[in-house]
């Protein structure tokens, strides 16, 4: 069964070969400090080699590894045991790595999750079209503007904020574009969730 969410490639599999290979007290602690997000010094990169007893390509390759698969795998909607289950059997995954690997996964998803809540929401949308009519200097030319406004408010309604973005014809036909590659995605996200 191939996955929709990541492609496998040999640099994919040559990774989780070596993911594989330390301990999952190691890829557990690994997995941590990937998700803290900051990035690792030379001097821990050297003591990584050491701990881990890899070559420093092997340790850049480990680490690219287990960040594409969170990266990947943090852009779609799966169930956590799915989730363990495709790392096992697509991705050769041994089971005790998945298993530390979805439950850093499920932390940092409800994480963003629970950021999701404190995001300001679209309330509102209003919109006008503007046009110049013409100048001294071109005399026949009109050209169309349109304002958009956003009206937003936090999760619990207690701060508004107004956004207004004004926009010649190209610009609003990119953010048409935009919008439409958005729901193409989410269409097919929702079609491979039924």
């Not at 290979?21 to 998700?35: H, N």
């Not at 989730?83 to 979805?102: C, D, I, R, T």
Request: glycine share 0%; charged share 25%; proline share 2%.
């Amino acid at each position: 069964m191939s996955l929709t969410w990541i492609t496998v490639t040999s640099k994919l599999q040559q990774g989780i070969q070596l993911l594989n290979t330390i301990s999952t007290t190691e890829f557990s602690a690994l997995l941590q400090r990937i998700l803290n997000k900051t990035e690792f010094t030379s001097l821990e990169l050297n003591n990584l080699e050491t701990t881990l007893e890899l070559q420093p390509n092997n340790v850049e390759l480990l680490l690219q590894t287990v960040v594409h698969i969170l990266k990947q795998s943090s852009k779609v909607i799966l169930k956590p045991t799915t989730l363990q289950k495709q790392l096992v059997e697509n991705l050769h995954f041994e089971s005790n790595k998945a298993e530390e690997f979805v439950k850093a996964w499920t932390s940092q998803t409800k994480q963003d999750f629970e950021n999701l809540e404190d995001r300001l929401k679209l309330n509102t949308i209003s919109w006008e079209l503007n046009l110049e009519m013409c100048s001294s200097l071109e005399p026949k030319k009109v050209t169309p503007n349109v304002r958009l406004k956003f009206s937003l408010n936090d999760s619990k309604d207690a701060h508004f904020k107004n956004v207004v973005l004004e926009m010649e014809k190209k610009e609003l036909q990119q953010l048409y574009n935009t919008f439409e590659n958005i729901q193409n995605k989410l269409d097919i996200l929702q079609k491979s969730t039924e």
